[in-house]
């Protein structure tokens, strides 16, 4: 895995991080990627845009997550153009979306059911989590997510939280 990390500033730093981006090894070698944005914008036909435009200039890029959560940490409020973009590139790519609503579940049933799916995934490393509501139990989703797998990663969750 190869990670890369870039701020911009305006739309020309925007450009100029697309272009490093194609032209890094973590892209050119890489079977996929995952992209995590944050941006200081709040206008949505903007953010659309933008989204729009990286999609379209790394299509080999899946984004997984855009979001203003962490900003206000970032020094970003003063300033609708800054975004923070971050890369995970991958050898080989295989990503498998799962979604729980744990309004609708409780975190141990979300987890067990997690868990019964990558029972048929072997092949899986890491396990990305993305978890929204600061009231949820992450802990009681891991214990059951992980089950007997010693060899899954599992990263995020609501590491972005002030709690």
């Given at each position: 895995?190869v990670?890369?990390t870039?701020?911009?500033?305006?739309?020309?730093?925007?450009?100029?991080?697309?272009?490093?981006?194609?032209?890094?090894?973590g892209?050119?070698?890489?079977?996929?990627?995952?992209?995590q944005?944050?941006?200081?914008?709040?206008?949505?036909?903007?953010?659309?845009?933008r989204?729009?435009?990286t999609q379209?200039?790394?299509p080999?890029v899946t984004?997984?997550?855009?979001?203003?959560?962490?900003?206000?940490f970032?020094?970003?409020?003063?300033?609708?153009?800054?975004?923070?973009f971050?890369?995970?590139?991958?050898?080989?790519?295989?990503?498998?979306?799962?979604?729980?609503?744990?309004?609708k579940?409780?975190?141990r049933?979300?987890?067990?059911?997690?868990?019964?799916?990558?029972?048929?995934?072997?092949?899986?490393?890491?396990?990305e989590?993305?978890?929204?509501?600061?009231?949820?139990?992450?802990?009681?989703?891991?214990?059951e997510?992980?089950?007997?797998?010693?060899?899954?990663?599992?990263?995020?969750?609501?590491a972005?939280?002030?709690?």
């Open positions: 895995m990670q890369q870039f701020i911009v500033t305006n739309d020309r730093e925007r450009q100029e991080m697309f272009a490093k981006v194609r032209a890094s090894e892209y050119a070698c890489a079977g996929g990627g995952l992209l944005v944050y941006e200081s914008c709040w206008d949505e036909e903007i953010l659309q845009k989204l729009e435009e379209e200039a790394l080999r984004v997984v997550g855009m979001t203003q959560y962490n900003a206000q970032m020094d970003f409020e003063h300033n609708d153009d800054i975004a923070a971050s890369f995970c590139f991958f050898e080989t790519e295989c990503f498998a979306p799962f979604y729980f609503d744990c309004e579940m409780s975190e049933e979300a987890g067990k059911r997690l868990r019964e799916k990558l029972e048929g995934l072997p092949e899986a490393k890491g396990v989590l993305f978890a929204v509501g600061e009231a949820l139990c992450v802990e009681d989703f891991l214990e997510a992980a089950g007997e797998r010693d060899d899954l990663v599992f990263y995020g969750a609501s972005g939280t002030k709690a």
